[in-house]
């Protein structure tokens, strides 16, 4: 096991240095610049900011340089959004909300979907099924956008339930964000539980445990939930990468000084070092969500256990 | 002899898209103590929907009793709730399915596997029943039972698994052990290994045994009694050496000639013709007449009853109303009868 986790950082850091790579040289050739108002300095003014940024550097030397400051753990200085501050202390200081409402919806959109996933296989084809399957359909059309915006219409302004937008008030602010996020995960755990219990229920093991005398809840949770949940571990990768994008979308619907927010306005004023810096942020969350689900999968799947060498 | 299972006149019917499916249409036999029941016959006689409704474990939704009943302990097991099913499954009847590769639960070791049923319907601590559970890998002869207690089903190979499943089917020394096709997935050396143990096992605790299979290689060599289904019925039934040495249906002739022999000189084997009745829309006669060349104009209309050939064999087929006309049986089914004290072509030389 150690030995399979060690091989698979190595892959991380060789697939991260690709990411920053590949965005590095994206990012360059996007038109605008990182100096505000640039038109309006004269070109000396231009060239001591430039300078000061390494900006005047050819594109070679910067690269080397940025990626070495990466190797050692140096994301570099906001340039124009955060004037100075370290790129570093900026990701850190957004990332409290994010992670909340990133991972309480992540948290009640599959406990729910599960639950929901359950009860429609449980009770298939009956008014409980179809009205799973409709919040499923609902959750995976229709765009987080247009759920958060219904959220602080209804929930927020109209019943006052909790706070339409702003960081301002702890837990009630992360309510509704939250919610919006859920959606997709709920959506798609539920879809996915159903049909992979409704597939595990009919197998032969199910009907072996019923002919020893188990009972229905017993079959459900004992036998067949642990069976139907392997191939929900699968989209848990998406799945985070919804709450990412979503994030991105939410938080700025929300005006939650979040990571997302950050990232946005990072790319709307060029400011270089913050849209790298983000950037290799999400990718090193996403590896490692991925890698995290590989491990899962040996934890929840006896039969995958071994793979990657005895431990 | 103790009866210990009655099934008497059961219908069932599954409801599909097409219509009513009459998969058992009237099915009579007793199971006594002890012994062994083969129900032969090929795919979709109903062989494994009869076993399954003893169990009544076919789907609620879709399979309906439409008539009859099956009594075991005074109680008819078609009227019981689902709780009190419970209380009998894996305890009183048990069963053996046909492929071990799926019938174990892929992500539970082994051991909790089978400690589930003893804890289930024993009042014991879960370590008694550990020991329990050791005790029965050892007796269905798993070498070193204690270090595979907590391993998957994909650490074992076939024959294992079987071992396995039929240490989970005595788990509560049932009375009687329905085995489903139990050596059809496995190969023939193993298919030897785990009759044998089956064997011994029925020996050591005395339980009963419905054995269901289409291989009568393996009827021969398990079964006290056979009977024969087709479309949804019991044709034949009888000792072993009635059904094999003195059968009376022409299906039975059908199913003993196209056994392939060792010492058949011209090895052409010999297959039914036709295929097996809709049980949508199941014959109103014999099911058997349309692929039956002994068939007569009574079969096509009236199905036939049981006539008694002797105090243990009956078969259903109007070849034996006094009025039939006399008929000749293959004549690899006249071979066999000429073995046969009773029969009619009895030479006297038996065995």
Same mark, same amino acid.
């Given at each position: 096991?150690a030995?399979?986790?060690?091989?698979?950082?190595?892959?991380m850091?060789?697939t991260l240095?690709?990411?920053?790579t590949?965005?590095f040289?994206?990012?360059?050739i996007?038109p605008g610049?990182?100096?505000a108002?640039?038109?309006?300095?004269?070109?000396?003014q231009r060239?001591?900011?430039?300078?000061?940024?390494?900006l005047?550097?050819?594109?070679?030397v910067?690269?080397?340089?940025?990626?070495?400051?990466l190797l050692?753990?140096?994301?570099?200085?906001s340039?124009n959004?955060?004037?100075g501050?370290d790129?570093t202390d900026? /990701?850190?200081?957004?990332?409290?909300p994010?992670?909340q409402i990133?991972?309480?919806?992540?948290?009640?959109?599959?406990?729910?979907?599960?639950l929901?996933?359950m009860?429609?296989?449980l009770?298939q084809?009956?008014w409980v099924?179809?009205g799973?399957?409709?919040?499923?359909?609902i959750?995976i059309s /229709?765009?987080?956008?247009?759920f958060a915006?219904m959220?602080?219409?209804?929930?927020?302004?109209k019943?006052?339930?909790?706070p339409?937008a702003?960081?301002k008030?702890?837990?009630m602010?992360?309510?509704?964000?939250?919610i919006a996020?859920a959606?997709?995960?709920?959506a798609?755990a539920?879809?996915?539980i159903?049909?992979?219990?409704?597939?595990v229920?009919?197998?032969?093991y199910?009907?072996l445990?019923?002919a020893k005398?188990a009972s229905g809840s017993?079959?459900?949770?004992k036998h067949?939930?642990?069976?139907a949940l392997i191939p929900?571990?699968?989209v848990?990768?998406?799945m985070?990468?919804? /709450?990412?994008?979503?994030?991105?979308?939410v938080?700025q619907?929300?005006?939650?000084?979040?990571i997302?927010e950050q990232?946005?306005?990072s790319?709307?004023v060029?400011?270089?070092s913050i849209?790298m810096?983000t950037? /290799?942020f999400?990718?090193?969350?996403?590896?490692?969500?991925i890698?995290?689900v590989d491990?899962?999968y040996g934890?929840?799947d006896?039969?995958?256990?071994l793979?990657?060498?005895?431990? | 002899?103790?009866?210990?299972l009655?099934?008497k006149?059961l219908?069932l019917s599954?409801h599909?898209?097409g219509g009513?499916?009459?998969?058992i249409?009237g099915?009579n036999?007793d199971?006594?103590?002890?012994?062994?029941?083969?129900?032969?016959g090929?795919s979709?006689?109903?062989k494994?929907?009869?076993?399954?409704?003893i169990?009544?474990?076919?789907?609620e939704?879709?399979?309906?009793?439409?008539?009859g009943?099956?009594l075991?302990g005074?109680?008819?097991?078609?009227?019981?709730s689902?709780?009190?099913m419970?209380k009998?499954?894996g305890?009183d009847?048990?069963?053996?399915f046909q492929d071990p590769m799926?019938?174990l639960?892929?992500?539970?070791?082994i051991?909790?596997?089978?400690?589930?049923?003893?804890l289930?319907?024993q009042?014991i601590s879960?370590d008694e029943a550990k020991?329990?559970a050791?005790d029965?890998?050892r007796l269905?002869?798993?070498?070193?039972p204690?270090?595979r207690m907590k391993?998957?089903?994909?650490q074992f190979?076939?024959g294992?698994?079987?071992r396995?499943?039929?240490?989970?089917a005595?788990?509560c020394n049932?009375?009687?052990l329905?085995a489903?096709?139990?050596?059809?997935?496995?190969d023939?050396t193993i298919?030897?290994?785990i009759l044998e143990?089956?064997k011994?096992?029925?020996k050591?605790?005395d339980?009963?045994?419905i054995?269901?299979?289409?291989d009568?290689?393996v009827v021969?060599n398990v079964a006290d009694?056979?009977?024969?289904?087709y479309g949804?019925?019991?044709v034949?039934i009888?000792t072993?050496?009635e059904i094999?040495?003195n059968?009376q249906h022409?299906?039975t002739?059908?199913?003993l000639?196209?056994m392939?022999?060792?010492?058949?000189?011209d090895?052409?084997?010999?297959a039914?013709?036709g295929?097996p009745?809709?049980?949508?829309?199941?014959?109103?006669?014999d099911?058997?007449a349309?692929r039956?060349?002994?068939a007569?104009?009574?079969?096509?209309?009236q199905?036939?009853?049981f006539?008694k050939?002797?105090?243990?064999h009956?078969?259903?087929t109007?070849?034996l109303?006094p009025e039939a006309?006399?008929?000749?049986?293959p004549e690899m089914?006249?071979?066999?009868m000429?073995?046969?004290?009773?029969?009619?072509?009895?030479?006297?030389?038996?065995?």
């Amino acid at each position: 096991m150690a030995r399979y986790i060690g091989k698979r950082l190595i892959y991380m850091f060789i697939t991260l240095a690709l990411i920053a790579t590949f965005t590095f040289f994206l990012m360059k050739i996007l038109p605008g610049s990182p100096i505000a108002s640039a038109d309006k300095l004269s070109p000396e003014q231009r060239a001591v900011v430039e300078a000061r940024y390494g900006l005047d550097q050819p594109l070679p030397v910067q690269y080397f340089d940025y990626m070495f400051g990466l190797l050692q753990g140096d994301l570099g200085i906001s340039i124009n959004q955060f004037k100075g501050a370290d790129v570093t202390d900026v /990701i850190l200081s957004r990332m409290g909300p994010s992670a909340q409402i990133g991972f309480q919806g992540m948290l009640l959109g599959t406990v729910l979907g599960i639950l929901f996933g359950m009860v429609a296989a449980l009770r298939q084809n009956t008014w409980v099924d179809y009205g799973s399957t409709i919040v499923a359909i609902i959750g995976i059309s /229709i765009p987080s956008f247009v759920f958060a915006s219904m959220l602080q219409y209804w929930l927020g302004l109209k019943w006052d339930l909790f706070p339409v937008a702003l960081w301002k008030d702890g837990f009630m602010s992360s309510v509704l964000p939250s919610i919006a996020l859920a959606m997709f995960p709920l959506a798609t755990a539920a879809r996915f539980i159903r049909t992979e219990m409704i597939e595990v229920l009919g197998s032969d093991y199910i009907t072996l445990a019923k002919a020893k005398g188990a009972s229905g809840s017993e079959i459900a949770f004992k036998h067949a939930f642990r069976n139907a949940l392997i191939p929900l571990i699968t989209v848990l990768g998406p799945m985070a990468v919804s /709450i990412l994008t979503g994030s991105l979308v939410v938080e700025q619907i929300f005006a939650i000084p979040g990571i997302g927010e950050q990232f946005v306005k990072s790319i709307m004023v060029s400011d270089f070092s913050i849209i790298m810096g983000t950037t /290799i942020f999400f990718s090193v969350f996403l590896i490692v969500v991925i890698l995290i689900v590989d491990i899962l999968y040996g934890v929840i799947d006896p039969r995958i256990r071994l793979s990657g060498g005895k431990s | 002899m103790e009866k210990i299972l009655q099934v008497k006149d059961l219908e069932l019917s599954f409801h599909t898209f097409g219509g009513e499916v009459k998969a058992i249409r009237g099915v009579n036999f007793d199971l006594y103590k002890g012994e062994t029941l083969a129900i032969v016959g090929e795919s979709g006689s109903g062989k494994s929907v009869t076993t399954k409704s003893i169990m009544r474990l076919l789907p609620e939704a879709t399979s309906e009793f439409k008539n009859g009943e099956i009594l075991f302990g005074g109680r008819d097991l078609t009227k019981l709730s689902d709780k009190e099913m419970q209380k009998i499954r894996g305890k009183d009847i048990s069963m053996i399915f046909q492929d071990p590769m799926t019938s174990l639960n892929p992500t539970m070791p082994i051991g909790r596997q089978i400690t589930e049923p003893i804890l289930k319907h024993q009042k014991i601590s879960k370590d008694e029943a550990k020991k329990v559970a050791i005790d029965l890998l050892r007796l269905v002869g798993m070498p070193k039972p204690e270090l595979r207690m907590k391993q998957y089903p994909h650490q074992f190979s076939g024959g294992q698994r079987q071992r396995i499943v039929i240490a989970i089917a005595l788990a509560c020394n049932p009375q009687i052990l329905i085995a489903d096709e139990p050596t059809t997935a496995l190969d023939v050396t193993i298919q030897a290994q785990i009759l044998e143990l089956m064997k011994d096992l029925q020996k050591k605790i005395d339980t009963s045994i419905i054995f269901i299979t289409h291989d009568l290689g393996v009827v021969a060599n398990v079964a006290d009694r056979v009977a024969v289904m087709y479309g949804g019925k019991i044709v034949e039934i009888g000792t072993v050496d009635e059904i094999f040495y003195n059968p009376q249906h022409p299906y039975t002739w059908g199913l003993l000639s196209s056994m392939p022999s060792m010492d058949a000189e011209d090895a052409k084997l010999y297959a039914i013709p036709g295929t097996p009745p809709d049980l949508l829309d199941p014959p109103k006669g014999d099911a058997f007449a349309l692929r039956s060349e002994y068939a007569m104009k009574i079969d096509m209309e009236q199905p036939p009853p049981f006539f008694k050939v002797s105090d243990t064999h009956m078969a259903a087929t109007w070849l034996l109303h006094p009025e039939a006309p006399a008929v000749e049986p293959p004549e690899m089914v006249i071979e066999r009868m000429k073995k046969f004290p009773g029969s009619r072509y009895y030479e006297g030389s038996a065995n």
